[in-house]
């Protein structure tokens, strides 16, 4: 078996999770959201989180971090990641933080108290639900999970570039300081198979850099593609109602305003991009 090459140059010392946050992840718009939905839906302030699949936990961060007397849960089953955002993000962060935040490393699957106003299951993770009744069930402990009049958000994307092969690239630029100030690199999204006998889609991430160094494969999905229809039906079935999909506002040069709109209509061409809601009872 041939050896495993080892990175080399800038991409030997980049850390693959600050690549992430810094390229997909977007926590406090996610936040102001979730929060805006909330108060409009039920008409009062959430003040409770799980978040689901939950990576480094960065969103439940940003969650107790917009209020005082926000709590937050991330669950996730891999826990040297969740190690990775206690020390690196949630430690550092100060404050009361930490006391308002617990990780669980454990299964979605098996909701525990206390129940919270709202859950999350953000950027597709909840895709690894590969049939009708893996999706639902997990639906169902999601529910579980939540007060009387909590509410779920799901984001999913689509479109008719979505199930062919596909590389997307894009700049980012490190303007906050977590790596290098001002420091550049390259995103790179790729979309390596999608078999549409099962709607399953295998996807990679890859980070290049100014030195033409790269780390290949930094994240790698195996998932099924959901049609909105499809996670409409299994979301009801597993006795959600009202649920809802959202998309960003745009202004006449199509740029994102950062606020959204329910809508009941979509333009399949390209790619598009959503949230979804969903109201227990």
């Known amino acids: ?32 959201f979730t929060t805006s939905t909330f108060r409009k839906l039920r008409g009062r302030e959430a003040l409770s989180v799980r978040e689901d699949f939950c990576g480094t936990a960065v969103f439940s961060l940003a969650w107790v971090k917009s209020h005082p007397q926000r709590t937050a849960i991330g669950v996730d089953l891999d826990r040297e990641t969740l190690m990775w955002g206690l020390d690196k993000r949630i430690r550092p962060a100060g404050g009361d933080y930490e006391s308002r935040l617990t990780l669980r490393n454990g299964n979605v699957l098996e909701p ?5 106003d709202v859950a999350v299951g953000f950027n ?39 199930c062919m092969h596909d590389v997307n690239e894009r ?21 390596v198979e ?33 049609s909105l229809a499809e996670l409409s039906e299994l979301l009801q079935e597993a006795g959600f109602t009202n649920v809802r999909i959202w998309t960003e506002d745009e202004d006449e040069d199509g740029d994102g ?10 333009d399949n061409e390209g790619v598009w991009w959503v949230y979804i809601s969903a109201e227990n009872c």
């Open 257 to 266: 305003l950062g606020t959204y709109s329910e809508v009941d209509d979509l």
């Open 1 to 32: 078996m041939a050896k495993q090459k080892r990175p080399k140059g800038r991409a030997a010392t980049a850390d693959r999770h600050e690549l992430y946050e810094l390229s997909v992840q977007d926590p406090p718009s996610e936040v102001a």
């Open 194 to 226: 999608f078999n549409p006998l099962t709607s399953h889609m295998d996807c990679a991430i890859h980070f290049e850099f100014e030195d033409e160094s790269r780390i290949d494969n930094a994240f790698t999905y195996s998932w099924r593609v959901w």
């Open 124 to 162: 597709f993770s909840y895709w690894c639900f590969d049939t009708r009744d893996s999706l639902r069930t997990y639906f169902e402990a999601a529910r579980a999970g939540l007060t009387s009049d909590g509410v779920l958000y799901l984001d999913a994307y689509g479109g008719t570039e979505v």
């Open 171 to 191: 700049e980012v630029r490190d303007e906050t300081g977590v790596i290098n100030d001002g420091e550049t690199f390259i995103y790179v999204w790729e979309q």
């Open 112 to 116: 525990s108290a206390p129940l919270a």
